[in-house]
């Protein structure tokens, strides 16, 4: 009997490569799990959404009935108050900082209880993909919280590998997908915005 896997999902780009490659390769029941407290716009939240569906009606039109992909969404409202509460002090941390391992945490340990709640044995997540995030410590958050979980294990997948972020972006491109220019928080969209700003001010001087 094919293994019920709960793929966490913050965005529909990130998540397309994911979805392919657990098709390719593994003989999984799927189901991503929409879950990024972290998005701390409301707005930004339903975009992103919304396209993280529209890929997946699309991907099940067109693929056979062993490789339909199942959505689920985790309670946002509520955890992005938590989140605020949590990373209060850090507000100022660099993406990759303290901050972020904060959030890595809130959202795998949402995923975990989904799972256990759900019946799901098995979970992993989109994260890796990105060249951006640190792989082995979100692998080491969701080792650790699986050790403490009873009956769910973490499937530990490096989706950056096999040209995974490469892959994301061109499937991204071929669904017509929104692609998000910062990481989802207040904080990196101003980092985002001000990096921009650096840069432009950088070329204007060069002339
Ligand atoms: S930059 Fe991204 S990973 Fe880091 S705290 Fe913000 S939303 Fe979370």
């Known amino acids: 009997m094919r293994e019920k896997l709960l793929l ?14 657990l098709c390719e390769e593994g003989d999984y029941d799927i189901t991503v799990f929409f879950y990024n407290p972290g998005i701390t716009e409301t707005e930004e939240y339903e975009k992103r959404k919304e396209n993280q569906i529209r890929f997946l009606k699309e991907w099940n039109a067109e693929h056979d009935a062993e490789n339909q992909i199942a959505f689920a969404e985790g309670n946002y409202l509520h955890d992005r108050d938590s989140y605020f509460h949590m990373v209060r002090g850090l507000e100022n941390e660099p993406e990759g900082g303290r901050r972020c391992a904060v959030c890595f945490t809130q959202r795998l340990s949402g995923t975990v209880k989904y799972a256990q709640e759900h019946g799901f044995p098995l979970f992993t997540t989109t994260l890796t993909v990105s060249p951006h995030k640190n792989y082995p410590l979100i692998s080491g958050i969701a080792e650790a919280l699986a050790d403490q979980a009873d009956g769910v294990e973490f499937l530990d997948m490096d989706f950056k590998k096999k040209d995974g972020f490469l892959n994301s972006t061109r499937l991204s491109k071929k669904y017509g997908l929104y692609r998000q220019n910062y990481c989802g928080c207040i904080y990196s969209k101003k980092q985002a915005e001000a990096q921009r700003k650096e840069k432009a001010v950088r070329e204007l001087n060069k002339d």
Not at 15 to 20: G, I, N, Q, R, Y
């Open 8 to 21: 966490h999902s913050c965005c529909g780009p990130c998540s397309t490569a994911c979805v392919k490659r």
